[in-house]
């Protein structure tokens, strides 16, 4: 059984979802007849991922509302309000004190994917895992090189971070807790050094960015049930 810990990125405003997000937090906004955070809680306690960690901002009390616990799905839940957003390694470095001394998978809150999380192991001497993908329609530059295990930024081509990934506590030592913090550049900094493997996902992953994308991955997944 595993004894890692999760987090899901819930605070992002939204805003290329609006209206959808004015009133709703994106993660809670519903495909195949559920909302997208509850298909990731669910795979993750199928992989074995008990303990999880959610922080939120923009109408966060929704999110609290309507997950609990997360006894639900066989989880143990605990939330990292943030007053505003702080950015992915922002947010991160925020909850650190919830997600223990071991490396922790974090799951962006507005994809969609069939990555099985039981697979994703942090390698020893690594600062992060990523899960890639390829180049989406909306996104065909890709962010990072995948070479030979490692992620690479100065490299081409490139594929797509899914936002799925395997961190150590370390690589966000030196952010201040509270403070607004993007995740590229610490990412960046680690390549350089070596410290970042990849693994390359062939299979499903949707960015849900806009609402014709949701309601493309809706009508996908009603299809399927």
Known sequence: ?????????????GERMRPLTDHTPKPLL??????????HLERLA????????INHAHLGAQIVSALGDGATWGVHIRYSPE??????????AQALPLLGDA??????GDTYSDIDYAQLHLPPQ????????????????????LVDGL????????????????YDPTLF???????????APLLIQAMQQGQVSGVHHRGVWHDIGTPERLAQLDRALTRLS
């Open 173 to 183: 030592a030196q952010i201040v807790p509270g403070s607004t913090a993007k995740l």
């Open 1 to 13: 059984m595993r004894n890692q810990h999760a987090m899901i990125l819930a605070a992002g405003r």
């Open 151 to 166: 992620v690479d930024a100065s490299l081409l081509p490139c594929l797509t971070f899914s936002g799925v990934g395997m």
């Open 30 to 39: 519903t495909v195949g007849g559920k909302p997208l955070i509850v298909w």
């Open 103 to 108: 490396p922790f998978l974090v799951v962006n």
């Open 46 to 53: 199928a992989a074995g991922y008990k303990q999880i960690v």
């Open 83 to 92: 007053p505003q957003a702080l950015e992915t390694a922002g947010g991160i």
């Open 126 to 145: 690594m600062q992060a895992l990523l899960v890639m993908v390829d180049n989406p329609p909306q996104h065909t530059q890709g962010d990072f090189a």
